[in-house]
């Protein structure tokens, strides 16, 4: 089955250290995306990588990393330096971002992450 | 003030019930226009999405956009409980896939 997959579903993590968020697609997209939803905030946009070897911030980048060294691959680490970093954390893919008409972005089940 | 504000709810109907979900958004580039429904603790999955203005209708949904008045609705016909999720408005500009998010409203369908 073609699908994004998201580990670990639970996540706790103490002040101080950082942690990694694994996201995995076999839809053979190239454009994927990380966001971070809060109670009543909607869906805000971490990072987001067009291609391999290539990834931009979207607007709450800070205290967050990515890599893409694989197509199929694209993990986030959230780092100490992020101030609050409890959230429901999703990873999502398109076909690519640049072909000047919208790809439905396909969503993983999502990574729940609390600070103990 | 938020490019995109959407009444978090939650709204509490009885099964049977025509459901009426808005979003109002600020910026005027705004060409794509989608809909998604989210289960709890589940990712997002797209309901309904529209290019530009005017009405799209799929099974018990209707998506309308008028940008004149920069509103979107999503209409629910006959709801059912299992209809009961938060709803997200999304939208993004002709090129490029980057989405803006309603903060999601919350739809409960009692039976």
């Known amino acids: 089955d073609g699908g994004i997959t998201q580990s670990p579903k639970y996540l706790f993590r103490k002040e101080g250290q950082n942690v990694t968020l694994s996201c995995e697609q076999n839809l053979n997209h190239d454009a994927m995306y990380w966001y971070r939803q809060d109670p009543g905030q909607g869906l805000r946009l971490i990072y987001y990588s067009q291609i391999v070897n290539d990834f931009q911030k979207g607007d709450i980048a800070e205290g967050y990393s990515v890599s893409r060294e694989k197509k199929e691959s694209f993990p986030l680490t959230v780092t100490s330096a992020q101030k609050n970093p409890t959230a429901f954390y999703l990873c999502a893919s398109s076909i690519d971002l640049t072909s000047g008409v919208y790809n439905e972005q396909f969503f993983g089940p999502g990574t729940r992450l609390t600070v103990l | 003030q938020k490019e995109v504000e959407q009444d978090p709810g ?26 998604y429904r989210q289960y709890s603790r589940k990712g997002p999955e797209l309901l309904m999405y529209t290019y530009s203005s005017g009405n799209k209708e799929d099974g018990r949904f209707t998506a309308q956009v008028d940008k004149s008045s920069k509103y979107i609705s999503l209409f629910i016909r006959d709801s059912q409980p299992s209809d009961s999720a938060t709803y997200l408005c999304a939208m993004s500009l002709e090129y490029g896939n980057k989405l803006v998010f309603g903060a999601g409203t919350i739809l409960r369908v009692k039976s």
């Open chain 2, 10 to 35: 939650p709204l509490s109907v009885p099964e049977g019930a025509i459901v009426s979900l808005n979003c109002t958004y600020s910026n005027s580039a705004f060409q794509y226009f989608m809909w």
